[in-house]
């Protein structure tokens, strides 16, 4: 049920869509609080209206962001009003296709539309940072140790323990907890850049061939590798390990186009930040599915596994935990 104060609210700050000439549509988005309506008027275009609620703060940061964005280059919707009582957002209507649209397409069709998101996500890392001054928008807390041990924390109670019944005294002494707490304070001892924090393929929409960012409010100060890794292990979409090199690759040529070439240990940091990206997405998957009872969710669950075992089988130090992850029966 569309509520009619929605249509009210539109015709009277946009003149053309008058009230009786509206066409609106809602639009599945996610699991977050937000709520996704495309509004449209025969002949005059359309546009997104984003009702999003009081659970998240970052939610009233979106158009400060947005705006940020934009002036350093990285494609984002063009925001047309933005009512803070409310909690209402009119924004520009980037069409129906995102990245995951083309998960079946040829590789050779799909590698120059990652190129392009690539892109965009490389100048955020390189650029936003040097912008200084009154003019930044209100960030999320950053990527610190503590939050590295909550990603670890939510896969092992939401995904480990509440899906695949693993007993809480077998994840506190028997999932080489130890090692992945230096991985977490390695991680958060690196310089950080701003990161989108979400960066995967229904995130990333397709207009006219080109890449634009959605879903940004999470960003914050993190490490590049996180929002790279988030990409190229995205659970949405298959990837071959080839076509994974491949990108990396592309994303290495970028930063030294933004004249910021990559470090050594570029390639194992990726590693580490699949790992722990993996394990956020895993724990998101377990509590959206059994607690927040959308259980379409669960479904996303082989493939981030199956990805997670084969980076974390390549980290140093952590045999134990592989072993966990071996005996984890998906069900059926």
């Known amino acids: 049920m569309i509520p009619d104060i929605l249509l009210d609210q539109t015709a009277a700050r946009f003149p053309k869509f008058f009230r009786d000439r509206i066409r609106i549509e809602p639009l599945e988005k996610g699991g977050s609080d937000r709520k996704y309506y495309r509004i449209a008027l025969s002949g005059e275009g359309s546009l997104i209206l984003v009702k999003y609620g009081s659970q998240r703060e970052e939610n009233r940061h979106y158009c400060d ?17 933005h009512d803070t009582q409310e909690g209402l957002i009119w924004m520009e209507d980037l069409g129906g296709d995102d990245l995951w649209q083309f998960r079946d397409e040829p590789w050779s069709e799909r590698k120059p539309l990652y ?18 001054g009154d003019v930044l928008p209100r960030f999320e807390i950053a990527f610190d140790a503590d939050l590295y041990r909550w990603e670890q924390h939510y896969f092992f109670e939401n995904c480990a323990g509440r899906y695949f019944g693993v007993p809480p005294a077998v994840i506190e002494l028997g999932c080489g907890r130890a090692r992945l707490e230096e991985i977490a304070q390695r991680l958060a001892a690196l310089p950080r850049v701003l990161v989108h924090r979400d960066f995967q393929s229904q995130n ?3 207009l006219n061939g080109q890449a634009c960012l959605i879903d940004f409010q999470g960003m914050r100060p993190g490490l590049a590798a996180y929002d790279l890794a988030s990409l190229i292990y995205d659970p949405y979409v298959t990837l071959s390990d080839e076509e994974r090199a491949e990108l990396l690759d592309e994303a290495e040529a970028l930063y030294a186009e933004e004249g910021e070439p990559v470090t050594d240990d570029f390639r194992e940091l990726c590693d580490l930040c699949a790992l722990q ?3 956020q ?10 607690v927040k009872e959308h259980p379409h969710f669960l479904g996303h669950i082989p493939p981030a596994l199956a990805s997670l075992r084969k ?3 390549r980290i140093d130090g952590l045999e134990v935990f592989s072993r966990l992850l071996e005996r984890l029966e998906v069900k059926e």
């Open 115 to 132: 190129r392009s998101a690539l892109r965009q996500v490389v100048r955020l890392h390189t650029r936003g940072h040097r912008v200084t």
């Open 65 to 81: 962001i947005a705006a940020f964005l934009r002036s350093i280059g990285v494609r984002v919707p063009e925001i047309f009003h």
């Open 311 to 313: 980076v974390a089988a």
């Open 204 to 206: 990333i929409m397709i």
């Open 277 to 279: 990206r993996l394990m």
């Open 281 to 290: 997405a895993l724990g998101a998957y377990g509590f959206l599915g059994l």
